[in-house]
């Protein structure tokens, strides 16, 4: 099984984030890790021309604790947690 072709993207922050996502539509998947998406690509089960990796977007990690909540971003690790 091979994945299908798509182009990736990196952005550095939220903003660019977004507004990649934004401008791609239903064109484009935004991932953090991605096990499950190319999984379920290689399989034929979801289709995406563009794929937004959020790995690096910083202001996505990490783990706080604010009036009894915690909040865990999104590229935070296992091991972070």
């Keep these: 099984m091979k994945l ?3 182009i990736l993207h990196r952005p550095e922050s939220v903003g660019q984030a ?14 953090c890790g991605g096990t499950e998406l190319l999984l379920a690509m290689k399989l034929g089960l979801a289709s995406y021309e563009h794929l937004v990796d959020l790995k690096r977007v910083g202001a996505l990690r990490g783990i706080a604790q604010t009036d009894g909540h915690v909040r865990i971003g999104a590229a935070s690790t296992l091991c972070d947690i």
């Design 4 to 6: 299908p072709p798509f």
């Design 18 to 31: 977004s507004r990649l996502l934004a401008d791609l539509g239903d064109e484009g998947a935004a991932y």
